[in-house]
């Protein structure tokens, strides 16, 4: 089983900037694949951005030129820099994994971080 553990959401200013990690643990596996996911009330939850252990990403159209997704392998931790953040874009966000154990692959979910953009 793999942990997922999320940290810097928070209320911010339409314009403003936020970064969200979200660190993996537990044992013997391998990430394939990290990523957030955000669900506004009453709305389904929809991808942000994923990063593979390989580098390659993914945008949502809404978030592209201002969300920046990377990864850290050696401490299997993923962020998200959020800039010139608009009203649209307050939600829980969530982070996912992708991870091979043994011969398996899984999926993981953190428990979810607000972040609230005011006017």
């Known amino acids: 089983q793999v942990q997922l553990v999320e940290s810097g959401g928070g209320l911010v200013q339409a314009g403003g900037s936020l970064r969200l990690s979200c660190a993996a643990s537990?044992?013997?596996?391998?990430?394939?694949?990290m990523g957030w996911y955000r669900q506004a009330p009453g709305k389904q939850r929809d991808l942000v951005a994923t990063i593979t252990s390989g580098g390659s990403t993914d945008y949502a159209d809404s978030v592209k030129g201002r969300f920046t997704i990377s990864y850290t392998n050696a401490n299997n931790t993923v962020s998200l820099q959020m800039n010139s953040l608009k009203l649209e874009d307050t939600a829980v966000y969530y982070c996912?994994?992708?991870?091979?154990?043994?011969?398996?692959?899984?999926?993981?979910w953190g428990q979810g971080t607000q972040v609230t953009v005011s006017s």
């Open positions: 996912q994994s992708l991870q091979r154990r043994g011969t398996s692959v899984l999926g993981s």
């Open positions: 537990g044992t013997a596996f391998t990430i394939l694949r």
